[in-house]
C-alpha cells in the first residue's frame, strides 16, 4: 500500500462507547496529524506528532486520546464522545512539522456520535 | 488575528467556462500558501505552494497566484472531472500555524 491509510471509514457509536481511529502512514515521513473536519467549518488540527514526540495539543478535549507508538502509526482513542464530536476525522503525515512542507491526509474516518 | 476567507462559498460553472475562485489571508510573515484539491469522501490532495508575492504554479487547468493579501486558482476551460472543493491554507505568524479556509465547492457542468 502506498500514502495514508486510514481505518475504519465510517464509524458509528454511542456516547458510552470507547473506540479507536488508526492510522498508517508509507512514506517514510517522520510526522503525523489528526484533523477534524466539520461541515462548513475550515479543518481543525487536534493533533502533532514529530518523530513519535506530540508537539501539539490544540485545547482537545480529554475524551479524545491520541498515540504514536513509532513514526508510520497513529491513533485516536475515543471514549464518552457527545454528538457533537460527529466529523470527519483527517490523518496526514508530511517529512517534518517544523518545516513548512505539503500534507498528505488519508481518506478519513467519518464518525457519528448518537 | 491570522485569518482565511475563501470566496465565493460555492461556484457553478457550464464545461469551459473559465473563472476563479479566491483566497485572501491576514497573517504576519507568510511562510507558504498552499491548495489542496478534496473529493467527496477523500482527503485533501496537494496542488500548489506558493511563498511570495508574484509567484505563479500550473498545473493542467489550474493556475495559482500569490499577491501580498490574497491568492487566486484560476480554472482555465474547466472540464466536469474539476469538480471538487478547493482549500487554501496559509503558514505563518508568531506560531506558525497551518490555517484552513472553508474552501470553495466547484461544479462544472457538461
Known amino acids: 500500500e502506498t500514502g495514508v491509510t486510514q481505518t475504519p471509514r465510517h464509524l458509528v457509536m454511542g456516547m458510552t462507547n470507547k473506540k479507536s481511529l488508526k492510522c498508517e502512514q508509507h512514506l517514510g515521513h517522520n510526522a503525523m496529524y489528526w484533523y477534524k473536519q466539520s461541515a462548513k467549518k475550515p479543518l481543525e488540527l487536534m493533533f502533532v506528532y514529530n518523530f513519535k514526540e506530540q508537539t501539539e495539543n490544540n485545547s482537545v478535549p480529554s475524551r479524545f486520546s491520541p498515540e504514536c507508538p513509532n513514526s508510520s502509526h497513529l491513533f485516536l482513542h475515543l471514549h464518552t464522545l457527545q454528538p457533537e464530536d460527529s466529523a470527519l476525522y483527517l490523518c496526514?503525515?508530511?517529512?517534518?512539522?517544523?518545516?513548512?512542507?505539503?500534507?498528505?491526509f488519508g481518506s478519513g474516518t467519518q464518525l457519528s456520535v448518537l | 488575528e491570522d485569518q482565511v476567507t475563501q470566496s465565493p462559498e460555492a461556484l457553478r460553472l457550464q464545461e469551459g467556462e473559465s473563472s476563479s475562485l479566491n483566497c485572501s489571508y491576514t497573517v504576519s510573515g507568510l511562510r507558504g500558501l498552499f491548495w489542496y484539491r478534496q473529493d467527496p469522501g477523500k482527503g485533501p490532495e496537494f496542488l500548489f505552494t506558493l511563498y511570495s508575492a508574484g509567484e505563479e504554479k500550473e498545473k493542467e487547468r489550474l493556475k495559482a497566484t500569490l499577491t501580498k493579501k490574497e491568492s487566486f486558482l484560476h480554472i482555465t476551460a474547466p472540464k466536469p472531472e474539476d469538480s471538487a472543493t478547493y482549500l487554501c491554507a496559509v503558514q505563518g505568524g508568531a506560531t506558525n500555524k497551518l490555517i484552513f479556509g472553508t474552501g470553495t465547492l466547484l461544479a462544472v457542468q457538461p
Open positions: 496526514a503525515s508530511s517529512q517534518d512539522s517544523a518545516t513548512n512542507e505539503k500534507l498528505f
